[in-house]
């Protein structure tokens, strides 16, 4: 019985996260096969579009990446003449199959190719999808700005309402400001940190800023605009980057454009900037577009080209103003695509290293094409992790299957340039949900760094803060360094310290499992990092070689339930690569 191959599982798209440039010269092709044919042999054949009758070449593919579904096979092109055409070839048992535009066939007529191959007609510069290039060596820390730290205590504090240490409240207050912050810039740069990401700090009623009336105006309860500008130029100085969080979905229904129109209706100049049902809105009926269904944030009408301009004028005047280096997106999946096209060009030009981070909880593929955003908070990394070291429900080969599947969505500059976290002002404690298991504490994070992308810790997280969902996830921090654990304090400062290693700001990873072991492997020009993390209920022996770098939960030399292993060894580079 001759083999027959499942050709719905067969996929490829030229100009997607399926075929994309690195650069005017380096292309990565990627096929994707059903996971029961994985023992195919797949060939590339390609060649320079106008000679591609007479001259191909052909190189063999590599499966790289499997998830519960699929097997990715995967090559990376030079290519002397960006236009490029190309088909599959796939052999299994001794039979061959091609795969182009027009699908699976038992043959394939090349003089005739230009009618369905697949192509790459040109690598215009300005279309290949850049990197932020300092992402790759950063290690994030989110900061909720009234729970972090108060520095200035000459303000006016009749507005505080909750004691520093207290239980909080969605109407809470603690005082936490921007000199606050400077003043630990020290403490988060000696922690490893060199990337702030700032909740909101524009005039705002609420504690969080998320209802924001003025953009333009840091708010008084955080300090001033100079202080704003002070905080940068310090986290400047001592090499760390800070973005702020851009909340360009919905304002505060107190905004100086809602109340116009609240007093006005149809005639307000800022009626069409808001969508509204009726001649005025109706707060009580809210017949208007809201976020989620609060009536206190009315929703922008992105469409807009007024709101556009409006909402990019803020995003570039901080830039050029006050010099920060990217903007945290709030909800910019709700935001139109055309909005935030003309946003990021406009901010790109004032400053062309400037982070674009959308906060998009799931699949954010047509944002991220290299017009929009540079990349996401990686939800689906912490629900993955969730699963593991929380719910104990994943076994190593279901973890593998689930990390590769996130990681075939997006490019690779997306997936470097993605934050991956734990937990974050939306979500409950990572270290509670852990049931404060320090070892996985340990485990998780450590994976976070080792898996590509770019960590991002909320703040706490180094001195094992418990929280549950909002605002329970928002407590003040604790800085009383007695009540620190200081074993637990130091093993997450030398987590922190990988991410100098430049095997993990550029390399290649390949994930897989063994006998109850997530495997990971990162590998850049000869060396070769190794992540070994034990999904068995018992000890295990270690599966990888090389150098011990960093390791939790090893017990004579075997490895604990949850406990992890990070090597170093030289790369053993297939030659199908």
Not at 72 to 84: A, G, N, Q, T, V
Request: glycine share 6%.
């Amino acid at each position: 019985m001759k083999y027959r191959l499942n050709s719905a599982g067969i996929h490829h798209i030229a100009d997607s996260n399926y075929c994309f440039a690195l650069n005017k010269e380096d292309l990565v092709i990627r096929f994707r096969m059903a996971r029961e044919d994985e023992k195919t042999a797949v060939y590339i054949i390609y060649g320079m579009k106008y000679e591609y009758q007479d001259h191909r070449f052909k190189k063999e593919m590599m499966l790289k990446y499997k998830d519960d579904d699929y097997c990715y096979f995967e090559i990376e092109l030079k290519l002397s003449d960006s236009r490029l055409a190309y088909i599959f070839e796939l052999n299994i048992e001794n039979q061959t199959y091609y795969y182009s535009e027009e699908g699976l066939s038992r043959t394939y007529d090349f003089s005739k190719g230009f009618y369905n191959f697949f192509q790459m007609p040109y690598l215009n510069p300005v279309d290949i999808y850049p990197t932020v290039g300092w992402m790759k060596k950063s290690v994030f820390y989110q900061i909720f700005v009234d729970r972090f730290c108060r520095g200035d205590f000459t303000k006016d504090d009749t507005y505080i309402n909750l004691s520093w240490g207290g239980t909080p409240t969605p109407s809470n207050f603690a005082g936490g400001d921007l000199k606050g912050i400077i003043n630990k810039l020290t403490y988060l740069k000696d922690l490893g940190i060199n990337a702030i990401y700032l909740t909101p700090i524009f005039l705002s009623p609420s504690n969080h800023k998320y209802d924001i009336v003025d953009y333009y105006k840091v708010d008084p309860q955080f300090g001033t605009n100079n202080d704003l500008k002070n905080l940068v130029t310090k986290a400047h100085q001592l090499g760390m980057r800070v973005i702020l969080d851009a909340v360009f979905n919905h304002c505060s229904m107190l905004s100086r454009e809602f109340q116009d129109v609240i007093r006005k209706g149809r005639q307000s100049k800022y009626y069409h900037w808001f969508i509204i049902d009726g001649d005025f809105p109706d707060i009580e009926k809210t017949n208007y577009e809201c976020f989620a269904s609060c009536n206190y944030m009315p929703k922008w009408n992105t469409s807009n080209s007024e709101v556009q301009r409006f909402l990019t004028d803020i995003g570039v005047y901080w830039i050029e103003k006050y010099d920060i280096d990217g903007w945290r997106l709030d909800v910019s999946d709700e935001v139109s695509h055309q909005f935030w096209r003309t946003f990021r060009t406009a901010v790109k030009e004032v400053k062309k290293e400037c982070v674009l981070i959308g906060e998009n909880w799931h699949n954010a593929d047509s944002f991220l094409h290299g017009d929009q955003f540079d990349g996401i908070m990686n939800y689906s990394f912490t629900k993955i992790c969730l699963d593991c070291f929380a719910e104990s429900k994943l076994t190593a080969d279901k973890m593998a299957n689930r990390l590769n599947n996130i990681l075939m969505r997006y490019s690779l500059q997306t997936n470097q340039m993605n934050l991956n976290l734990l937990d974050s002002h939306d979500t409950h404690r990572i270290f509670t949900e852990l049931k404060e298991d320090k070892n996985k504490l340990l485990a998780a994070l450590a994976l976070s760094f080792v898996f590509i992308g770019t960590p991002c810790i909320y703040y706490g997280t180094e001195i094992a803060m418990q929280g549950g969902y909002d605002p329970d996830s928002r407590r003040t921090f604790d800085w009383n360094e007695k009540e620190r654990n200081q074993h637990l304090f130091n093993k997450i400062k030398e987590i922190i310290q990988l991410r100098k290693l430049s095997v993990l700001q550029e390399g290649s990873i390949s994930i897989e499992s063994k006998e109850n072991q997530l495997l990971i492997h990162r590998i850049f020009n000869n060396e070769q990092l190794n992540y070994q993390l034990n999904l068995s209920k018992g000890l295990a022996s270690l599966l990888i070689s090389g150098n011990p770098v960093i390791s939790n939960g090893v017990v004579e030399n075997k490895l604990d339930s949850f406990g992890y292993y990070i090597s170093i060894c030289e790369a053993k580079i297939d030659e199908k690569i």
